[in-house]
């Protein structure tokens, strides 16, 4: 299947600090990918669907300035944590569409914030 | 919100095949169903997914009823490392529309047993 690259797969990093995460799509193009927070013992929830030279939406209850997103080509997108605290620590996974029909997921990111 | 309810949890034998619910009821027309595993702290992995025919691959066979209100994925022979979380989905293919997104339920955990 097709395979979709996150990095880095953790990172640790004081509160207040931003940390950038990559989402690659490594032998597809893909105009369209999603970013997920994942909780301990709960399920993944959409945060954002990115496309590709244009805004990202951004889900109900997601804050746009703090989850920065771009996808500035067809194999790339990024999710800046901006001013990170805490409660962001988390386990965050994109996915891209490998068209036209399936979604595949990146390893996921563990990001804890101290 | 998820558009799917699955069990919480099930057991399996280890080479027995397990078969896993997931209901539907409002499923729309243009709507695939889909199936992912999560095996933890990894990200999601694709399994299968179906319009309205069974469908069969390597990994598992799904069973969509008739009236494509519920269905049910089965893994054949079952090993110890089919332990997962698994996922039902339903997701429309025409981007734009707001359930073409993959939205997570609380999916099943299956845990095969030795």
């Known amino acids: 299947g097709a395979v979709v690259s996150q990095h880095p797969s953790w990172v640790i990093c004081k509160s207040g600090t931003s940390v950038k995460i990559e989402c690659r799509s490594l032998?597809?193009?893909?105009?369209?990918m999603f970013w997920y927070r994942q909780f301990p013992k709960q399920s993944l929830m959409l945060m954002a669907t990115?496309?590709?030279?244009?805004?990202?939406?951004?889900e109900q209850g997601v804050e746009k300035d703090k989850f920065l997103i771009n996808h500035a080509s067809l194999t790339l997108s990024t999710l800046t944590v901006t001013s990170a605290h805490p409660e962001d620590s988390s386990f965050y996974i994109c996915?891209?569409?490998?068209?036209?029909?399936?979604?595949?997921f990146g390893q996921g990111t563990r990001l804890t914030v101290v | 919100d998820a558009k799917t309810t699955q069990p919480t949890s099930m057991d399996c034998a280890e080479g027995r095949a397990a078969n896993l619910p997931c209901n539907h009821s409002t499923i729309s027309g243009n709507e695939y169903v889909y199936w992912y595993r999560q095996i933890h702290s990894q990200g999601p992995q694709y399994i299968i997914h179906g319009l309205k025919n069974n469908e069969t691959n390597e990994m598992a066979s799904l069973i969509i009823t008739e009236d494509r209100k519920s269905s049910t994925l089965i893994l054949p022979h079952a090993t110890l490392r089919d332990t997962a979380v698994y996922y039902c989905?339903?997701?429309?293919?025409?981007?734009?529309?707001?359930?073409?997104?993959?939205?997570f339920g609380k999916g099943t955990l299956l845990t095969v047993n030795p």
């Open positions: 996915s891209a569409d490998s068209m036209p029909t399936e979604a595949f």
């Open positions: 032998d597809f193009q893909a105009t369209t």
């Open positions: 989905i339903v997701r429309a293919l025409n981007s734009g529309g707001s359930n073409y997104k993959l939205t």
């Open positions: 990115s496309n590709e030279g244009s805004k990202a939406t951004y």
